[in-house]
């Protein structure tokens, strides 16, 4: 990655050109113009040779995409940055195999010294399911502390010596074995990241980076005090009016209100504003964790059925509160069962302030993962945004993987795209990072190639749903945001692609076409093998990242 300057030009003005500029103001635009932090023009190359002069930057992007930025929904910086920085666990395939990582990782020079951090174990890959001892963490690590999160970061393995800290004997989630759930994962992970502010600002600084690079302008922080609390919500918040050249920040916090007092006393507390009082306050949990709230019981776990973390009324509490204040509220909600619940909370709040202030508050429910034609409909009825993440489906939704496993036949229900877009359902799309990965295009991809044919969308409708949709979920205060026409924000990134083409989700008819005179903006063949390289991304005209090779 290239150094960007600390900001623009005041006058600055670029010009690109010979590409395919996606916007919606001409299906044929192959330059684009802008000026400081906006889009001054878009148009065919003909009116762009005669515009160029020698007050501009001139960049020929031979022949690649120039797209809206791309905005991430629901995202952890620090745990990202962790992830990125520790012990990578999504390969193993055996206790064997990860009490051996661990024993390399604390001989290796990366991890010496302090806890032994590492993320993305899946036991459900492993022929033999059986979890690692604390003990045996333990030795493995040569007395270090241990804690190593799963994929889906609903619970972890943790060491004898990290339970004695962190206290975990008795505590709700914690029995004999290495894996905690529940409260006792949220004192275990508050145990393991103990952290100066200077390590946490690096890891928020590498996820960023990390963004950048792949073409995201925006990415949607989903603090909550189970996860890292205030002091690292403020250093996510920073980020926005400090000097460095990252993607926006768009923070919420997570915390509980029972009345529009205490909302207020939340938000003034915080010390630096936030979009709402959303994100990650629990409902429930994860189906990999099997503490995602479900209304029959877990197809491989008789008896079990997950958590509820707020009761009905205290999820209505809230929901009136933010409402009364004109601010969004919002849970992390997977389980039909805790879908349920929230959307009982969401009828006692409208009994309670009117539906219209629930409606104007613009309420958004984060993955939504299991929902039913009902559901769907008081999702619409009350204008709920959901923040949805299609590699979620692309990781766990095939035969055999995950969701069978943990749902059998119910996993047919899951992530239902189609189904929210055909009932006014307002969607947006994001990474869940650490849980999968930045790659935005791969997202795109997964909504078209839904292992559910049903519910598959087409690349158009996926290409908004992570970028536009983003800005709109989070009520944005610039309505052009998210789209490459006069007069909008000059965030965008340009793409190598192989193949530019229309694509929809419908078996039942032509699949693609490279005919412009569909009059539709095109985007990258997705069924290439290979994924789009991200040259460059800008925002409001401050360059984020550059591969190089456009000024080449």
Same mark, same amino acid.
């Not at 001054?40 to 005669?50: C, K, L, Y």
């Not at 769907?376 to 979620?392: D, E, H, M, N, T």
């Not at 766990?396 to 229900?413: C, D, H, I, K, P």
């Not at 849980?435 to 519910?455: F, G, I, K, M, Y």
């Given at each position: ?57 001139? !960049? ?145 600084? #590498? ?19 189970? !996860? ?5 919500? #403020? ?19 997570? #915390? ?297």
């Amino acid at each position: 990655m290239t150094e960007s300057p600390a900001t623009p030009a005041p006058n600055k003005v670029t010009l690109y050109r010979n590409g395919s500029v996606y916007t919606a103001a001409d299906p044929f635009a192959t330059a684009m113009l802008v000026a400081g932090d906006t889009v001054a023009w878009v148009g065919s190359e003909q009116a762009a040779t005669s515009i160029a002069d020698s007050s501009m930057e001139v !960049i020929d992007v031979q022949g690649a995409l120039v797209a809206p930025g791309f905005v991430d929904s629901h995202i952890h910086l620090t745990e990202t940055g962790i992830a990125l920085d520790s012990l990578q666990l999504g390969a193993v395939r055996s206790a064997r195999e990860l009490l051996d990582a661990v024993a390399g990782f604390c001989v290796s020079a990366s991890g010496a010294g302090g806890t032994v951090l590492g993320h993305g174990w899946d036991e459900t890959r492993w022929a033999d399911r059986t979890l690692p001892s604390r003990e045996e963490l333990e030795r493995a690590a040569g007395g270090r502390k241990v804690y190593l999160s799963r994929v889906d970061v609903h619970s972890a393995l943790v060491s004898s010596s990290l339970a004695l800290s962190a206290g975990l004997d008795g505590i709700d989630g914690s029995g004999a074995g290495s894996q905690v759930k529940r409260a006792a994962h949220t004192a275990a992970r508050h145990a393991a990241r103990r952290l100066p502010a200077a390590a946490i600002r690096g890891y928020q600084q #590498q996820a960023l980076r990390e963004a950048a690079a792949n073409g995201y302008v925006a990415v949607a922080e989903m603090a909550a005090p189970q !996860i890292g609390g205030t002091a690292d919500l #403020q250093l996510a918040a920073g980020w926005n009016a400090g000097p460095d050249a990252v993607p926006e920040v768009l923070p919420y916090w997570g #915390q509980l209100a029972r009345s529009a007092d205490q909302a207020q006393s939340i938000l003034d507390g915080l010390g630096v504003s936030v979009l709402g009082l959303a994100g990650d306050l629990n409902v429930d949990g994860s189906i990999g964790s099997r503490t995602a709230a479900l209304r029959a019981d877990y197809s491989d776990a008789p008896g079990e059925r997950g958590s509820l973390y707020l009761t009905v009324e205290e999820a209505a509490a809230h929901l009136a509160a933010c409402s009364q204040l004109g601010i969004q509220a919002g849970f992390h909600v997977i389980g039909d069962a805790g879908l349920d619940a929230a959307l009982d909370a969401l009828d006692l709040a409208a009994a309670e302030v009117g539906e219209q202030k629930i409606r104007a508050a613009g309420h958004r429910f984060e993955h939504v993962e299991l929902a039913d034609a009902d559901a769907i409909r008081r999702l619409a009825k009350y204008s709920v945004s959901v923040s949805a993440q299609p590699g979620f489906d692309a990781a766990w939704g095939g035969e055999g993987s995950l969701y069978q496993q943990r749902l059998g036949s119910r996993r047919g229900g899951m992530n239902p795209f189609a189904s929210f877009y055909a009932a006014g359902v307002p969607i947006c799309f994001g990474s869940d990072s650490p849980v999968t990965p930045l790659r935005p295009w791969a997202s795109v991809r997964a909504c078209l190639q839904h292992n559910n044919p049903a519910e598959q969308i087409s690349a158009r409708a996926a290409f908004l749903g992570h970028t536009r949709a983003g800005w709109r979920a989070a009520r944005y205060r610039n309505p052009m945001a998210g789209q490459l026409v006069p007069g909008a924000p000059a965030s965008f990134a340009v793409w190598d692609v192989e193949e530019l083409m229309v694509q929809v989700a419908d078996g039942r008819v032509q699949s693609w076409s490279t005919d412009p005179r569909a009059r539709t903006p095109l985007l990258p063949a997705l069924d290439t093998g290979s994924e789009p390289g991200c040259l460059q991304t800008v925002r409001d005209g401050r360059e984020l990242y550059s591969s190089g090779s456009l000024r080449g």
